[in-house]
T-cell receptor, first 114, second 113 residues
Framework: AQSVTQPDIHITVSEGASLELRCNYSYGATPYLFWYVQSPGQGLQLLLKYFSGDTLVQGIKGFEAEFKRSQSSFNLRKPSVHWSDAAEYFCAVGGSSNTGKLIFGQGTTLQVKP | DAGITQSPRHKVTETGTPVTLRCHQTENHRYMYWYRQDPGHGLRLIHY???????DKGEVSDGYSVSRSKTEDFLLTLESATSSQTSVYFC????????????FGPGTRLTVT
């Protein structure tokens, strides 16, 4: 069955420290991979996406993610976290079907310490 | 930001009453989706639409129905609301021409008492 796992429910990092949020997926076909961010009380905003090509993708707000097919992973990284990055982050996977359906992970809540 | 609005933004209703949530888009995207968001579950797909009058079930469709009579509107109905349907509901849209990237509305917080 198709699934997405975000192993870390909650992560706390100090402002200025580096960040890596983990995402593992199970998907039979070539996946489309996404990271979304949700600030408190807000909808989801697309951070970045991977469809094909270069496995290191750049997104908004200084985020990047690397697709590793051999590890079925799509981890999100940022070299230096800002207090405004505190939010919930969701990894999602979909395929090139004609429905565009996505499967979401459970989410990781990021807390940033001053 | 994609032109997606949801109404109402907040609603409190009683068990057993019908409730309809509306999603409206101005992007002319073909695909529309309804999700619910609950702690520990991420987002789960309720129903989706791939065109006017074309809809299908998602993973948590029991107790929900949808309708899409126009490209821009996608309605979610809780036929007889239950406390387990207390949740935050998000609408999303996508277009196959941009690889089905989904864009989300602001959400509706529904409380069933």
């Amino acid at each position: 069955a198709q699934s997405v796992t975000q192993p870390d429910i909650h992560i706390t990092v100090s402002e200025g420290a580096s960040l890596e949020l983990r995402c593992n997926y199970s998907y039979g076909a070539t996946p489309y991979l996404f990271w979304y961010v949700q600030s408190p009380g807000q909808g989801l905003q697309l951070l970045l996406k991977y469809f094909s090509g270069d496995t290191l993708v750049q997104g908004i707000k200084g985020f990047e993610a690397e697709f590793k097919r051999s590890q079925s992973s799509f981890n999100l990284r940022k070299p230096s976290v800002h207090w405004s990055d505190a939010a919930e982050y969701f990894c999602a996977v979909g395929g090139s079907s004609n429905t565009g359906k996505l499967i979401f992970g459970q989410g990781t809540t990021l807390q940033v310490k001053p | 930001d994609a032109g997606i609005t949801q109404s109402p933004r907040h609603k409190v209703t009683e068990t057993g009453t019908p409730v309809t949530l509306r999603c409206h888009q101005t992007e002319n995207h073909r695909y529309m989706y309804w999700y619910r968001q609950d702690p520990g579950h991420g987002l789960r797909l309720i129903h989706y639409s791939y065109g006017v009058k074309d809809t299908d079930k998602g993973e948590v469709s029991d107790g929900y129905s949808v309708s899409r009579s126009k490209t821009e509107d996608f309605l979610l109905t809780l036929e007889s609301a239950t406390s387990s349907q207390t949740s935050v509901y998000f609408c999303a849209i996508s277009d196959e021409r941009i690889n089905y990237e989904q864009y989300f509305g602001p959400g509706t917080r529904l409380t069933v008492t």
